[in-house]
């Protein structure tokens, strides 16, 4: 413990000490590869427009990253260019009328050089006629020379800057630069949310992104560390990874909301995972990835009904993993060490590695990690201390392979084991303390294979999305004050809950895009998805000594199993009226079917066997319209109407009568109006993301109690929530960066629940009305390869409810308030940070549990942790 702090202090001090450091002057661009190779065609489609932005949409379509000083660019225009070429050619093309030239500065980097410095390159063969997939160009590519790089690249940047007294300087655009690369500019996002390509900016719809490594950066491990980096989101926590609830926008009934389907659907890639319907309790029992191999984490706010289909209602969160690269080797390592405040010790330990096997044909990547979760509760009633413990593994392998230029070919497979010894639960007045008389034990299974292909048609790309995902959880909870009470004879029996629900979920989408920048953009595409779902249920019962009673007196035996299919069809279209206006529209319609039964249901619950039987097709249509209008290149103005659902589920004979429970539930639906701006200076120093909503929630699908207590899905009531939302971010300077986000939500009934307890005006569970984040991080380079870095982030949430305020039990959860730090190095291929998360201890509350012994209970936030991270890139 003592060491891990002192290491986390000397890492504080060395930060502090860069202050009065001089700066490093003229710090030379990473040596070239003097070998540089062509890489293979790609796809090009960039319109005649300003240069400045046809270098962007090179670098996007490329995968190159473009530096270049803005006034080379200022007045000049690229013409027309749409191919397929390699990105040398395709690049002389954009020049051809222009002073400008480019040069290698590594082979994933080009510098755009003016005629005048490239007299410093006596022997360049600018004029050489060159021949590729039959063009014919002049303009052969310059390699920097190592002796010229520090009197021509850096000299030049430093005149650039100095004639325009606080400009930008060099604009690096696509992959993020190495240290030695930082400037005063932010990186441009590109987004796949509308499943196209397409810069943030551009997006007309509310979205928050984390790239891989902020998630790193920010230590962000799990689901419940992402609430308050992106607006609108909230992560009802139950106490252990993958079992919570995704809350955006407000749109929840219930904190737990464990018997219906989720409000959000969870992606990865083009892949959905997790049950559409409540079973398997999708909606509480769900994906939750850890960061190690992902490229970003794209959160679509409001509903997405007409790409993403059913559940979408709420929102999406879509998990982009990084893809297998067919050029370059890379490899890092990674492993770090933390104690909790009162708990035990972590670690971790992690590794990928991408290897192109055949170049610029096939290309393996993998990856594989373990993480050790500390507990910090004990437990009094099992005798077990720090007993919210947890293991995380898994891994990663993904193989591309793209036989032609226009063809690839990416196969891939995903597995992760969460093991929970207990849940992190505990009452107000002793946070750190939890009495169960069984542990509360939670084991989830998640699989995920998928075969993606991608045929470049010219007019159109062709993509098939086939996956196949399992997901399977065994949990024990512990019931003996809740249900164990009903056992015939014995009022102070004891009991759990073992539960294991499992969903196995085939889909298949299959989609046209139309080739980007034309006046009409389209997409049209197939949806199939057939789910096979189900959950064993044993709840034996015990003497107050934990002497095992007959299993007559068992509370529950069960064994219920359900298909769902659904088949869907979609459209979405986007006409440009104008250069800077554009009009959009989206359809879907989706019919699916259910069938379910129930094998076995006896017990003191229990209700016997039920026959399979099958609810009719239900038919749903989702529609979307949006309109953007950019002001300028910088700022663009959107309005958007879209709607989303959840599919309703239940059978003939699926209700319990012994429990008073209904058999059927049907599909609620959201309709949400938008208004959003989105912009960034025109020296991209600045951005800035602002919307403003108002959802209209009808036929909600709401978790209500039977006359015995038992919770089941019923319909009923409507419900609005409306709100703002801000997200910005300035780079301060070349080392100084910082970003803000701020939301306020009010979501609540517009009439009343009686099933549930609510009346018109309560404010839907798991919904704060204000919450964001304030981050800064300051990096400064030393002497040589040395880079410092000092970071801090401040997050709050607004107090919530796990019920509606008018229920029975509206137990309140108050504000939240936590610092996180960050300070460490990066030299060479090796990065080292320290960090302490939560650093004033703030004692509050996450999610809300169940009743226990030793009263509510709650799960709280992880005390105050220091920890040490270490990675190497080779």
């Known amino acids: 413990m003592m060491s891990i702090r002192c290491v986390f202090l000397t890492a504080v ?10 700066a490093q002057e003229n710090a030379p661009v990473r040596q070239a590869r003097a070998d540089a190779t062509p890489a293979s065609l790609i796809a090009v489609d960039i319109p005649a427009q300003p240069m400045e932005k046809a270098l962007q949409a090179f670098s996007t379509q490329s995968g190159f990253q473009m530096i270049f000083p803005t006034e080379f660019t200022q007045a000049l225009s690229s013409p027309e260019l749409k191919g397929h070429y390699t990105p040398e050619v395709a690049l002389s093309k954009l020049l051809a009328n222009s002073s400008l030239r480019y040069a290698y500065v590594n082979p994933r980097t080009i510098a755009i050089l003016s005629t005048s410095s490239l007299t410093q390159y006596p022997n360049s063969s600018r004029g050489q006629s060159s021949s590729v997939a039959g063009q014919s160009e002049s303009s052969d590519p310059v390699t920097i020379k190592e002796a010229d790089r520090k009197k021509s690249f850096g000299e030049r940047f430093q005149v650039a800057q100095a004639a325009q007294g606080s400009a930008p300087g060099p604009v690096p655009v696509g992959k993020s630069a190495s240290s030695a690369e930082q400037s005063t500019v932010l990186q441009e996002i590109v987004v796949t949310a509308q499943k196209r390509s397409e810069k943030l900016l551009d997006v007309p719809s509310a979205i928050g992104v984390l790239t891989g490594a902020q998630l790193e950066s920010q230590k962000i491990g799990s689901l419940s560390d992402l609430a308050g980096f992106v607006p ?32 959000v659907a969870t992606y990865v890639d083009d892949t959905p995972v997790g049950s559409s319907t409540n079973g398997a309790r999708a909606a509480i029992l769900g994906l939750d990835l850890l960061p190690y191999d992902l ?50 010790v972590g670690w971790g330990v992690r590794g990928a590695a991408n290897i192109p096997l055949i170049a610029d044909t096939v290309a393996l990547r993998v990856s594989a990690y373990r993480q050790d979760n500390a507990g910090w509760i004990d437990n009094l009633g099992t005798g077990r201390n720090d007993s919210n413990s947890s293991i995380q593994e898994g891994g990663r392998v993904a193989l591309l392979w793209k036989p032609a230029s226009w063809l690839c070919v990416q196969g891939s497979w995903l597995a992760q084991n969460n093991d929970s010894n207990d849940l992190t639960q505990s ?29 470049d048609l010219t007019f159109a790309t062709l993509t098939s999305a086939s996956s196949w995902s399992q997901l399977n959880s065994a949990w024990v909870y512990d019931i003996s004050l809740t249900f164990a009470p009903y056992t015939p004879g014995y009022p102070n029996a004891l009991s759990y809950d073992a539960l294991a629900d499992h969903d196995s979920k085939f889909t298949e989408e299959i989609r046209l895009a139309s080739a980007g920048h034309q006046r009409l953009q389209w997409i049209l595409g197939t949806y199939f998805t057939r789910e096979n779902f189900g959950e064993t249920n044993n709840a034996p019962s015990f003497t107050a000594s934990y002497v095992p009673l007959p299993p007559a007196d068992n509370l529950l035996i069960s064994d219920e199993t359900g298909v769902y299919k659904e088949w869907a069809v979609f459209a979405n279209a986007t006409l440009k009226l104008s250069d800077r206006f554009d009009l959009g529209a989206g359809l879907r319609y989706a019919s699916n079917i259910q069938a379910g039964c129930v094998l076995q249901s006896a017990g003191v619950f229990g209700a016997g066997a039920s026959p399979c039987t099958s609810r009719p097709y239900q038919g749903k249509t989702t529609w979307m319209t949006d309109g953007r209008f950019h002001l300028n290149d910088e700022t663009m103005i959107y309005a958007r109407i879209a709607t989303g659902y959840r599919p309703g589920g239940g059978c003939s004979t699926c209700g319990n009568p012994t429990l008073g429970t209904p058999n059927v539930y049907y599909p609620d639906t959201v309709t949400n109006y938008e208004l959003g701006l989105k912009t960034q200076t025109s020296d991209r120093r600045l951005s800035l993301n602002a919307d403003v909503f108002y959802i209209n929630w009808t036929d909600i699908q709401i978790a209500q109690l039977s006359p015995k207590g038992a919770p089941y899905t019923g319909n009923g009531g409507t419900a609005i929530s409306e709100g703002v939302e801000l997200a910005t971010i300035a780079a301060v300077s070349a080392n100084l960066q910082l970003q803000a986000v701020l939301d306020f939500t009010n979501a609540h009934l517009t009439e009343d629940a009686p099933g549930a307890g609510g009346r018109d005006g309560d404010q839907l569970p798991a919904s704060a009305r204000w919450s964001g984040s304030l981050g800064a991080e300051y990096k400064r380079p030393m002497s040589g390869q040395v880079s410092l870095s000092l970071a801090a982030d401040y997050r709050y949430r607004d107090q919530i409810y ?73």
């Open 232 to 263: 609108g989101v909230s992560i009802a926590s139950l106490g252990q990874p993958g079992y919570q609830q995704i809350v955006i926008r407000g749109i929840a009934t219930s904190y737990t909301q464990a018997f219906g389907p989720p409000t």
């Open 802 to 874: 796990n019920q509606f305020p008018s229920s029975s039990e509206p137990f309140l959860m108050g504000p939240q308030n936590l610092v996180n730090l960050r300070a460490g190095f990066d030299v060479k291929g090796l990065s080292a940070r320290a960090y302490v998360k939560n650093l004033f201890d703030n004692q509050s509350f996450n999610g809300y549990s169940t009743l226990t012994r030793s009263g509510e209970a709650y799960v709280p936030v992880q005390p105050r942790t220091v920890g040490i991270s270490v990675d190497y890139q080779f």
């Open 13 to 22: 001090v060395l930060a502090s000490a860069s202050y009065l450091a001089p």
């Open 427 to 455: 009452t107000q007045a002793a946070p750190n303390v939890q009495f169960s008389y069984f542990p509360n034990t939670l084991d989830q299974r998640t699989r995920l294979g998928s075969l993606d292909i991608s045929a």
């Open 295 to 344: 490229d970003r984490i794209e959160v679509l706010e409001g509903p997405q009904g007409t790409l993403y289909g059913a559940d979408a209602m709420g929102g999406v969160v879509k998990y982009v993993l990084k893809k297998p690269d067919l050029v370059n080797f890379d490899a890092r390592t990674g492993t770090y060490v933390e104690d909790i405040d009162g708990g035990g």
